[in-house]
C-alpha cells in the first residue's frame, strides 16, 4: 500500500469548511486504500503565539474533529506532532540543507509576515516549511493530500529530498501532492477571489463546522455571487456562484453538469437554500460527533498514544538512517 501523510494545525478550534474539503475529507477516503499518516501539527502551531491552556484543548478539539469526520484509528496512524520528537530533529537538519534564498522564496511566508510585520513575526514562521518537509520525509510517504495553498511546500520537500539523496546517498522517498482539483480552493463566501481562511479579514464568509447551524445557513444565504442569475460553473465569469456549486457537489456526491441542470432557470435564492440545508445536515451530526469524542478524554489520549508508538516506530528508523548518511557519531 502506498504511504499518506498530512496534518492540520489545531490553531483555530473549529476546523472551515476548506480544511475539511481542501485536506480531511481526503484523508477519510485515502484510509482505505493506503497506509495513513495523520497528525496534528502542534509544532507549526507556535510560529505564532498561543495561550498554553487554549492550545491543549485545540490540540484535543483538533483531535476529535478528525474523528468525527471518519477518520478510524484502526485503520490509520492518527497522532500528535510534539509526541514524535524525531520531527523537531529532522526539521533541523532541513533547515541546514535549505538556501535562506530558496526559503525566502515561499509565498505563505511572504503573506503572513506582511501582515504581521517583521518584529512579530517569528523565525519559526521563516522555517516552517522546512518542518513540514521533516514531516513528510520522517514517513517516507508516497501522496501528501493537501489543499492547493500547500503545493509550494510540497514542491521544496521534493527539492530537499532530492538534494538530500543526491549528496548523501538514497534515503527519501520523494513524495507526490494529492490535491483535488475540484475541492483545492475553497473560496470565501463573501470575497470569492480570496481561499475561505480563519484569517480572513471577516468571518462573514468563514463557514466553521463548529458553529450554530443556523448561522452557517445564514452564510450560505448571504454568499457573494454576481448580478448575473444564471447558475453555470465558471471560475472567471461567476466565481460566486462556481463555488457553491462545488461545494455543493462534493459535499453531495452530484456532479456539477447535473447540478446545473437542476438550477437551470431557477435564481440564486433556490441553489442557497438548498445548499444551507445540506450544509445543515453535514454540520449537525459533525458537531455531536465531535462533542462525544471530547466528552471522553480517556478514549481520545489512549488512540493518541498508540498513534504516537506507531508513528514513532517509524520516524525512528527514518532518522536512524539520516543521522548516519550525515557522518553524526552513532551515540553507544
Ligand atoms: N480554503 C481552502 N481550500 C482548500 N484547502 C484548504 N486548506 C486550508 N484552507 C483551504 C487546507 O487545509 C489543510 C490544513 O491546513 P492548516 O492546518 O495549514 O490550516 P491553515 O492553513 O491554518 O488554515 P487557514 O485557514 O488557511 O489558515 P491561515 O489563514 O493561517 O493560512 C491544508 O492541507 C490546507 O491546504
Not at 516552517?128 to 510517504?141: E, K, R, S, W
Not at 452557517?216 to 472567471?236: C, L, P, Y
Request: aromatic share 8%; charged share 25%.
Amino acid at each position: 500500500r502506498p504511504r499518506v501523510l498530512s496534518g492540520i494545525q489545531p490553531t483555530a478550534g473549529s476546523f472551515h469548511l476548506g480544511n475539511y474539503l481542501g485536506a480531511v475529507r481526503q484523508w477519510v477516503a485515502l484510509q482505505e486504500s493506503h497506509d495513513a499518516f495523520y497528525m496534528v501539527v502542534d509544532l507549526h502551531a507556535i510560529t505564532i503565539p498561543q495561550d498554553p491552556a487554549e492550545l491543549r484543548a485545540n490540540t484535543r478539539l483538533a483531535v476529535a474533529q478528525l474523528l468525527a469526520a471518519g477518520l478510524d484509528p484502526e485503520r490509520c496512524t492518527l497522532f500528535v506532532q510534539s509526541h514524535v520528537p524525531e520531527h523537531a530533529q529532522l526539521g533541523w537538519i532541513m533547515n541546514c540543507l535549505t538556501g535562506f534564498g530558496e526559503a525566502s522564496r515561499m509565498t505563505q511566508f511572504k503573506d503572513k509576515s506582511a501582515k504581521q510585520g517583521a518584529d512579530r513575526t517569528t523565525v519559526g514562521l521563516f522555517t516552517y516549511p522546512m518542518l513540514m518537509v521533516a514531516d513528510i520525509l520522517l514517513y517516507q510517504a508516497d501522496q501528501v493530500p493537501v489543499g492547493e495553498d500547500q503545493r509550494q511546500h510540497l514542491e521544496l520537500t521534493r527539492n530537499l529530498a532530492e538534494r538530500f539523496n543526491g549528496s548523501y546517498g538514497d534515503t527519501f522517498t520523494v513524495p507526490d501532492p494529492y490535491i483535488l482539483k475540484e475541492t483545492a480552493k475553497i473560496y470565501d463566501l463573501q470575497d470569492p477571489s480570496a481561499k475561505m481562511s480563519k484569517s480572513a479579514p471577516t468571518p462573514k464568509g468563514l463557514i466553521n463546522l463548529l458553529d450554530e447551524p443556523k448561522a452557517t445557513a445564514k452564510k450560505v444565504k448571504s454568499a457573494v455571487t454576481d448580478t448575473d442569475t444564471v447558475i453555470r460553473f465558471d471560475r472567471v465569469e461567476k466565481p460566486g456562484v462556481s463555488n457553491l456549486l462545488s461545494i455543493y457537489s462534493t459535499l453531495t456526491g452530484t456532479g456539477i453538469a447535473d447540478l446545473e441542470q437542476k438550477y437551470e432557470g431557477k435564481g440564486y435564492g433556490a441553489l442557497k437554500t438548498d445548499l444551507a440545508e445540506v450544509m445543515v445536515e453535514f454540520v449537525t451530526p459533525f458537531r455531536t460527533r465531535t462533542q462525544e469524542y471530547l466528552d471522553d478524554p480517556e478514549t481520545l489520549d489512549s488512540i493518541l498514544a498508540k498513534g504516537a508508538e506507531k508513528a514513532r516506530a517509524v520516524a525512528a528508523e527514518t532518522l536512524a538512517l539520516t543521522y548516519d548518511r550525515m557522518g553524526f557519531l552513532p551515540a553507544k
